[in-house]
């Protein structure tokens, strides 16, 4: 059953307030630095996702107080919960002594919530025409719609700005929504005044500002899409409306939950700066905790009483400095941060870029995440019972292993076409009943373990060498089995421990055989190569990759203008014929194509044709069908070509002296006869 959608909160264009000349072309001019492009960038943030995937599965739980659990912290709650004072991050114990009618769901597979945020990203990537999609860990997404509200607005009829219509598509005029154009959708920042409540009038004085008629459409766009989210797929989110992506994902925090926020330029103030000066440093998307702990303490170190304007400090942690503090900062500069920031490892031009950030300033863009992710990860801590035995390590890299498999052939494949046997779906780890096989549409090149000691335990090389809890990490290109989608994920994962995690794991712990301390292991993938789309299904068993053998069936045709035909030659026009449209040559073997020993489509690896029925291969052929060169040597249309492993090549028997040569060989070899002629 659906929930309730909220009503749409709707707000007059703020009117323009009456400032003096100086003041507002000094204010409007800061705007337009923070200002400083002409994109329109959305946020969404799905409210307590995690918690809203579990009462989409269960709706009977929306009414009570819910916390997701990983291992013994909540990972989340529902807004249920905190109105009775849980909070995330919160121990589990602590949760339920503070809420003792808690309902805890463990969430550490996080299967469901992975399929949950791929179908709500798909929605957003396709709801609106021209517009770039990036997703930002499960439960965020950025929207670059500038293509889209500029369309839009060139079409706003001044005399009918009430009953507008918003344009998802220009080529489908239908598809979209109507709203009031002389109203922002949500809240604006900052909050209108008195003056601004009242309606900015009808007509062409509305759209005398693009920037704010800009933002106005986007809000309403914005309003519609998060409308759909809860309506079609019942998760609720908050929004928010800017001009680059830092601005947007902070403005949306503003008015949370299930609302939105535009931040909106004021002629004459500079309501951009004062917006973010309110905010830590660390809360600036961009900045992390490291960096803003390094830039706390160079300017404000502990003990120091007076930080910027004279004032007090709140707090002497990093938390507690905001952008107003380190801006007010004598002598302040990108210059002076970046000295602070130098140091082994920084990376360059940090200083201009942290300057930027705290001004508001992100050129940054929306990036179009492709269909495959660049990396899968699988991991798991043991801050409670470190791992120290083989047997514990085995255990725990199985688990690992078969979770990576899966997410692989979940997150990596996709539907190629019927299978002849239904129940065959089983073994390949789909569901049973399921009547499709599937294909590759990226897939990893390598492989990478990762470990971490517990830094509280004593007695461990490894804890010792590596107090921050830092990771150590091996890696190694992934076994082709690991891609072979005909065997169970179970049989794969089981291979994948024995012959390349365990290898990894001892050369990340040499001369040790027990008493590491293990905190954490991680098991990834990554370095994707993108495989052809359609058209190119590979192989059920392989990893499908680029389909060449349409190149190798039609090269004859397509070179046929600038082969040399030799008149003399004394074979037969049929067999030259039948060489240059049908070459019995296999394709260069493609890793990518092969698994087990086989080639794709069923090709022997040692240069065996995949129409075999055309030319019997060259190494056996008798001295009545020679196969003779028909080109200088510069084609390749009849040479099969030696693999990667070794494997022999195809050989011909020389007319005129009786010796075996390679056929890639045979026009020069009858060019040396004929020049000792």
């Known amino acids: 059953m659906k929930s309730a959608v909220a009503a749409t909160?709707?707000?007059?264009?703020?009117?323009?307030?009456?400032?003096?000349?100086?003041?507002?072309?000094?204010?409007?001019?800061?705007?337009?630095?923070?200002?400083?492009d002409d994109r329109v960038i959305l946020h969404f943030d799905y409210d307590c996702f995690y918690a809203s995937v579990i009462e989409n599965a269960h709706p009977a739980l929306r009414t009570r107080p819910l916390g997701v659990r990983q291992k013994s912290i909540l990972a989340t709650c529902n807004y249920v919960a905190r109105t009775r004072g849980v909070r995330k991050l919160m121990p589990v114990a602590q949760a339920r002594a503070a809420c003792p009618d808690l309902v805890v769901v463990c969430g550490e597979d996080l299967a469901p919530f992975r399929d949950a945020s791929r179908r709500l990203w798909a929605f957003l990537r396709g709801a609106v025409a021209g517009a770039r999609t990036e997703r930002l860990g499960l439960d965020e997404v950025f929207l670059d719609v500038t293509a889209a509200v500029v369309y839009n607005r060139a079409l706003l009829n001044p005399n009918a700005l009430r009953d507008s219509f918003f344009h998802l598509s220009a080529e489908d005029p239908e598809r979209g929504f109507t709203f009031d154009a002389t109203r922002f959708a949500g809240c604006v920042?900052?909050?209108?005044?008195?003056?601004?409540?009242?309606?900015?009038?009808?007509?062409?004085?509305?759209?005398?500002?693009?920037?704010?008629?800009r933002l106005m459409l986007a809000s309403h766009l914005a309003g519609y899409l998060r409308r759909r989210l809860e309506?079609?797929?019942?998760?609720?989110?908050?929004?928010?409306?800017?001009?680059?992506?830092?601005?947007?994902?902070?403005?949306?925090?503003?008015?949370?939950?299930?609302?939105?926020?535009?931040?909106?330029?004021?002629?004459?103030?500079?309501?951009?700066?004062?917006?973010l000066d309110a905010h830590q440093i660390r809360e600036i998307p961009g900045i992390g905790s490291r960096t803003s702990s390094i830039i706390a303490d160079h300017l404000f170190p502990p003990g120091k009483a007076v930080r910027a304007g004279h004032q007090e400090p709140e707090q002497q942690t990093p938390s507690g400095i905001t952008v107003r503090d380190v801006l007010r900062y004598p002598d302040m500069s990108p210059a002076l941060l970046s000295r602070i920031l130098d140091r082994p490892g920084a990376e360059r031009g940090g200083g201009k870029k942290i300057w930027n950030l705290l001004h508001g300033r992100d050129a940054s863009e929306v990036k179009e995440a492709g269909v495959a992710p660049t990396q899968i990860s699988v991991e798991d801590t043991y801050m409670a019972r470190p791992l120290n035995t083989l047997p514990e390590a085995l255990r725990e890299l199985s688990?690992?292993?078969?979770?990576?498999?899966?997410?692989?052939?979940?997150?990596?494949t996709t539907a190629a076409e019927e299978l002849t046997d239904p129940s065959s779906a089983g073994s390949a780890g789909l569901p049973l009943g399921t009547q499709q096989k599937r294909r590759w549409l990226a897939y990893p090149k390598t492989l990478r373990l990762s470990t971490c000691a517990h830094p509280g335990k004593s007695g461990s090389v490894s804890s010792t060498s590596n107090p921050?809890?830092?990771?150590?990490?091996?890696?190694?290109?992934?076994?082709?089995?690991?891609?072979?989608?005909?065997?169970?994920?179970?049989?794969?994962a089981?291979?994948?421990v024995r012959e390349a995690l365990l290898p990894l794991f001892r050369r990340l712990h040499v001369g040790r055989a027990a008493g590491w301390n293990l905190a954490l292991l991680n098991v990834c993938v990554a370095n994707m190569v993108p495989v052809a789309g359609d058209g190119s299904s590979g192989s059920g068993g392989g990893a499908g990759g680029r389909d060449i053998s349409r190149m190798f069936r039609t090269q004859g045709e397509r070179l046929r203008e600038w082969s040399a035909w030799d008149d003399d030659a004394t074979t037969t026009t049929t067999t030259t014929t039948t060489m240059m449209s049908s070459p019995s040559l296999s394709p260069p073997r493609d890793r990518n194509d092969l698994f087990d020993g086989k080639a794709e489509g069923g090709a022997v690896a040692n240069g065996g044709s995949e129409e075999k029925n055309d030319v019997e291969d060259a190494g056996s052929a008798s001295a009545e069908t020679e196969l003779w060169a028909v080109d200088d040597g510069d084609s390749d249309s009849d040479v099969g070509w030696e693999d990667e492993d070794g494997d022999s090549v195809a050989q011909q028997r020389c007319a005129?002296?009786?010796h075996v040569v390679p056929t890639f060989a045979m026009s020069a070899h009858e060019r040396f006869h004929a020049m000792g002629d």
């Open 9 to 36: 909160v709707t707000t007059a264009l703020p009117a323009q307030p009456q400032h003096g000349a100086a003041r507002a072309k000094v204010g409007e001019e800061k705007n337009k630095e923070a200002d400083g």
């Open 656 to 658: 005129a002296c009786g």
């Open 189 to 213: 920042h900052p909050p209108p005044d008195g003056q601004g409540e009242q309606h900015a009038g009808a007509g062409a004085a509305v759209l005398d500002d693009p920037v704010r008629v």
């Open 494 to 496: 089981e291979r994948l």
């Open 468 to 492: 921050s809890f830092s990771r150590i990490s091996r890696s190694q290109p992934l076994p082709s089995f690991a891609l072979d989608l005909g065997r169970p994920c179970a049989e794969v």
């Open 399 to 412: 688990v690992l292993a078969t979770s990576l498999v899966r997410r692989m052939r979940a997150d990596l």
């Open 231 to 275: 309506e079609d797929f019942g998760y609720t989110s908050s929004g928010g409306i800017s001009t680059n992506k830092v601005l947007a994902k902070l403005v949306g925090s503003v008015n949370k939950p299930r609302n939105q926020t535009t931040l909106l330029p004021v002629q004459g103030e500079n309501t951009i700066q004062e917006f």
